[in-house]
């Protein structure tokens, strides 16, 4: 056996720079304001988010970033993540597929999310501010962004989705345990948490729900912004050193995948492990094929529309073009964990509009039989949004056993599934719901798409 079950950089061998796809997608369209269908100057978006996230936000000009040395370091204390191969699972499926994974679970908040997290933490610090707020999910954002906030010295709030805040208490202890300030989502502590619990009472929030509450609070106190842990072209540039890493990894023992499967929420970790793949097949040097893999709850690209709409439910966003289902859908409180967000990462979506990605989902019952199969042959228990990717890598390499072929397939394992026992319980109580909104349900949703004067 030549390749090793797992594979890692040595020191001297790590990214010292962020790669940027922006560079080779030129017509990528930027943030517009709602109200005259206009392009947002800088100048626009500087009361809102850090600064020099911004400037990697607008850069369509570098396309390796460098890393600050403080963010190396911190990087230094949980990275390199390892590429494993699958031997177990691939012996299990009796396919000639050869199928590699990049963990990122390894570290305390448990996923990826740190990667942007403390670049985050580290330029808000930079610019001399005192806090950020923050919106999560299934609480991997706000823990990374606890823990990066912990390290550099800045107050954090959190708004967390309602649900998720109830289905995964631990995940407060740890951000509380890390110095950050939570609050679930809707709350009455914003202007807009009240207007959405007037009009859904119950609800059990949504990711768009809680990025407007953060998106207030940061902007009626001094010395805040607010900080977003996925989507945005800056959180792709971060992530990517997951496909850096995994790149170099590869290529020490000269492999090179066919297929590249990531789960999608808002297209971060998908955008960068994909960031220096995509980069050799843009220029032509490269034949690999790429998938997004979504819940069939939450279903932004295979069933949503590529168009200009708000990041949140409250509308205080500029527009982005992006594959969504309206800011105004709120997903299934049925669904375990992340991957909820109405939207899309727009390079992801601009990348999958030209062609270049595609896009499968899956209902839950299909991705927990896939997240435990991993579970019982590879050891890692994996986080449900995870095993989406874990799904899409199986019916790879089931399909490779039917024809033949032995394709090298490379998925993103974004997370660990410590935190989400209430899901795996469900699941393995036979109680897991596999709610797939219908048409009507999603005509609800564009129905709340803003019209755009002149674009
Ligand atoms: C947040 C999260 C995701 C989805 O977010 P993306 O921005 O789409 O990457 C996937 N997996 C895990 C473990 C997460 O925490």
């Not at 403390?118 to 610090?125: E, G, L, S, V």
Request: glycine share 10%.
């Amino acid at each position: 056996m030549s390749v090793p079950y797992k594979i890692y950089l040595s020191e001297g061998e790590m990214p010292k720079a962020w790669h940027n796809i922006q560079v080779l997608m030129p017509d990528i369209p930027g943030f517009v304001n709602p109200a005259n269908g206009q392009p947002v100057p800088k100048e626009g978006l500087l009361g809102v988010f850090c600064e020099e996230t911004i400037g990697q936000e607008l850069n369509k000009s570098d396309e390796f970033i460098p890393i600050p040395d403080e963010i190396l370091s911190f990087y230094s204390m949980y990275r390199p993540s390892p590429v494993v191969r699958a031997y177990c699972l691939e012996k299990a499926l009796g396919t000639p597929a050869k199928i590699y994974y990049k963990f990122e679970g390894n570290n305390t908040s448990g996923s990826h999310k740190l990667n942007s997290a403390a670049a985050q933490a580290y330029y808000a610090k930079k610019q001399g501010l005192k806090g950020v707020t923050t919106e999560t999910g299934a609480g991997q954002w706000g823990s990374a962004l606890s823990m990066a906030c912990a390290f550099f010295g800045l107050d954090l709030v959190v708004y967390m989705v309602k649900t998720s805040s109830e289905q995964k208490p631990y995940r407060k202890v740890l951000m509380e345990t890390y110095g950050a300030k939570v609050i679930p989502s809707p709350s009455s502590t914003t202007d807009v948490g009240k207007k959405i619990l007037v009009e859904n009472p119950g609800t059990g929030g949504s990711l768009g729900c809680a990025i407007s509450e953060a998106l207030e609070t940061a902007a009626k106190s001094d010395g805040y912004r607010y900080v977003l842990g996925s989507v945005l072209n800056h959180v792709v540039l971060h992530q990517s050193i997951i496909g850096l890493e995994a790149k170099l990894a590869l290529e020490k023992y000269d492999i090179t995948p066919d297929v590249i499967i990531g789960c999608a929420g808002g297209g971060s970790n998908l955008g960068g492990l994909i960031s220096p793949f995509m980069a050799d097949k843009l220029r032509g040097k490269s034949k690999a094929e790429f998938i997004a893999v979504e819940p069939a709850s939450c279903p932004s690209l295979t069933r949503g529309r590529y168009a200009f709409d708000h990041g949140d439910t409250g509308k205080m966003t500029p527009l982005i073009k992006m594959y969504t289902l309206g800011s105004g859908f709120i997903p299934s409180p049925n669904h375990a964990g992340g991957l909820r967000y109405h939207g899309m990462s727009p390079i992801v979506s601009k990348l999958y509009d030209d062609g270049h990605i595609s896009a499968k989902s899956y209902t839950q019952s299909d991705v927990f039989n896939a997240a435990v199969m991993f579970a019982r042959t590879e050891g890692t228990l994996p986080a449900p949004e995870s095993s989406h990717a874990i799904k899409a890598a199986i019916d790879e390499a089931v399909a490779c056993k039917k024809s033949g072929e032995a394709k090298t397939i490379l998925f993103g394992l974004t997370g660990t599934g410590y935190f989400d026992m209430t899901a795996y319980q469900n699941f393995n109580a036979g109680d897991m719901n596999d709610y797939i909104p219908t048409d009507a349900d999603l005509e609800k949703g564009f129905a709340t798409l803003p019209v755009l004067p002149n674009v």
